[in-house]
């Protein structure tokens, strides 16, 4: 059974500073992963997808890497805002939709940005 | 604009009392999800549809209920609500393709009073 684990669950930074956000998975045999960004009492905007043929995807500010034999994905954030804060989740895909491709999601960090 | 529209925004029930979740989606897409997001936790897949084809989740309880009348239109029915179905509930869409993105809606925030 997948699990998705996102660590650390809160994270609080200063303006300027770049970082990084963890996901962890434990079924290495997936097809996709998505990183999303939620902010509070809202529905989950994309962020970046990246295939498992994939190392990594790029956009703006934001790089999504994939390492697939360690089960491991992590969202680079450079130079934060604190336009960034919310909580951001990772989820996994393990085929696509007609072969068992349901979404299995992390629990998200919660990301602070403070002036 | 807004590809993927969840109505209402909030909405408040009482125990019981039947409640109905709209969305709709101008996006054409073939799949539509519901998921149940509680405080703090992972969306939860309920059901999903692939054209009129529905998929439901082994444990999303009876009580909730899914009609997909057309391709643009899904809605979300709780037949008896209960004090633990209070959640915030996404509808997403995606087409079956390659990396098959989700798009999700902006939520309906459902109390249960």
């Known amino acids: 059974k997948q699990e998705v684990t996102q660590i650390p669950a809160a994270l609080s930074v200063p303006e300027g500073e770049n970082l990084v956000l963890n996901c962890s998975f434990t079924?290495?045999?997936?097809?996709?992963l998505q990183w999303f960004r939620q902010d509070p009492g809202k529905g989950l905007t994309s962020l970046l997808l990246?295939?498992?043929?994939?190392r990594e995807q790029t956009s703006g500010r934001l790089n999504a890497s994939l390492d697939k034999s360690s089960g491991r994905s992590t969202l680079y954030i450079a130079a934060s805002q604190p336009g960034d804060s919310a909580t951001y989740l990772c989820?996994?895909?393990?085929?696509?939709?007609?072969?068992?491709?349901?979404?299995?999601f992390g629990q998200g960090t919660e990301l602070s940005v403070k002036p | 604009d807004a590809m993927v529209i969840q109505n209402p925004r909030y909405q408040v029930t009482q125990f019981g009392k039947p409640v109905t979740l709209s969305c709709s989606q101008t996006l054409n897409h073939n799949v539509m999800y519901w998921y149940q997001q509680k405080s703090s936790q992972a969306p939860k897949l309920l059901f999903h549809y692939y054209d009129k084809d529905f998929n439901n989740e082994a444990d999303t309880p009876d009580n909730f209920q899914s009609r997909r009348p057309n391709t643009s239109f899904c809605f979300l029915d709780i037949r008896s609500p209960g004090l633990g179905d209070a959640a915030m509930y996404l509808c997403a869409t995606s087409r079956v393709s390659l990396n098959e993105k989700l798009f999700f809606g902006s939520g309906t925030q459902l109390s249960v009073l």
């Open positions: 989820a996994v895909r393990r085929g696509i939709y007609n072969q068992g491709g349901k979404l299995i």
């Open positions: 079924d290495s045999a997936i097809y996709n």
């Open positions: 990246i295939q498992s043929s994939q």
